[in-house]
């Protein structure tokens, strides 16, 4: 089987191969596709070291898959051609997710929305996926009215760029910014870019997205998207209010039943979930379980997730391996 990865030389490039590899497709063959600048560079997966060609060169391929992390731009450009090809394409970027013909998928959540049409699907952003994750069981049984969030975003969110900013930060060295402003001793409360009503497009993300894979438009969302120098992975505070009351107990049973959540919650040990403890891990982990006492069927939870894992690679490759088994 051929699967392109358009991206190749990214961030989440790397552990998209990283992940390929573990779950058993070490015996696909990879075409890894980059931007112009990178074709004749060498990338390794499964031991071996392959050419990054052009993404015209990997469209003419006519893979199975296609898996992008490349920015909205190329996906816009060229996950159609690809389709076209019969190409099935999975996209990490925000180019189609808010398109109503498109899917925009956690596999764990709403898998069952992908027809077998379906030739470009979307992958939602980091943010989200880890959020909706820990809500959907509890969704489903009580019913969401209002979230507030504060996120507490990983560098590696905005690529290699970002990466390098914070690691010469540190060393005292000068660079490239990739941020308007130090991010390392630092945080801002910008994420993406502003929007005219005020929000930053991810904080807007965290809205529209919730409502399409929890298929309920009259969810209401408030975030708050902060960078953070921070590598392991995303941290939310998440408020949330439903329709119905709720038993702790209940919550705790619906989060530990949930495939892909691990509950870690346990204060008198000090354990709750942390960057530290989520990176390089599939799962997504909710701590910090506690009712909020201040209004009525409202609960309080912190819910961290590898970004580059289960935010991006982990649930595009879930995707590709739920069609695999259809
Ligand atoms: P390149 O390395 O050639 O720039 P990151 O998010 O870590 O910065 O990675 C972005 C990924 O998207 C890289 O693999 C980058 O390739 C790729 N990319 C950026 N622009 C394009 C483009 N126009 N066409 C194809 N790939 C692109």
Known sequence: ???????????????????????????????????????????????????????????????????????????????????????????????WRSNPDIPLVVPEINGDVVRP?????????????QMVMALAPLHKRYRIKRIVVSTYQSITG?????????????????????????IDMNLFPHGGTFEENGYTTEETKLLNET????????????????????TGGHSESVNVEFYEDFELSEVYDLLNN??????????????YPMP??????DEVFVGRIRRDFSQPKTLNLWVVADN?????????????QMLLKR
Not at 276 to 281: G, I, N, R
């Open 211 to 230: 409502r399409k894979i929890l298929r309920d438009n009259e969810i209401r969302v408030s975030a708050t998207v902060v960078r953070v120098p921070v």
């Open 1 to 95: 089987m051929k699967i392109a990865l358009v991206g190749a030389t990214g961030l989440v490039g790397g552990v998209m191969r990283k992940v390929l590899e573990e779950r058993g497709f070490g015996d696909c063959e990879l075409i890894p596709a980059a931007s112009a600048r990178s074709v004749g560079k060498k990338v390794t997966f499964a031991g071996k070291v392959c050419n990054v060609v052009s993404v015209e060169e990997a469209i003419e391929h006519a893979p199975k898959y296609a898996i992008f992390s490349a920015g909205s731009g190329p996906s816009l450009q060229y996950a159609p051609l690809f389709a076209q090809k019969g190409t099935v394409v999975i996209d990490n970027s925000s180019a």
């Open 276 to 281: 530290l403890f989520a990176k390089d891990k």
């Open 158 to 182: 905005t690529g290699m760029k970002a990466v390098n900013q914070l690691a010469k930060e540190r060393a005292g060295e000068p660079c490239d910014m990739a941020y308007p402003y130090q």
């Open 117 to 129: 049409n379906d030739y470009i699907i979307a992958n939602p952003n980091c943010s989200t996926i």
């Open 258 to 271: 949930m495939p892909g959540v691990v509950v870690q919650d346990n204060p008198a040990e000090n354990l």
């Open 308 to 320: 580059l894992r289960k935010g991006a690679a982990t649930n595009a490759i879930q995707i590709m």
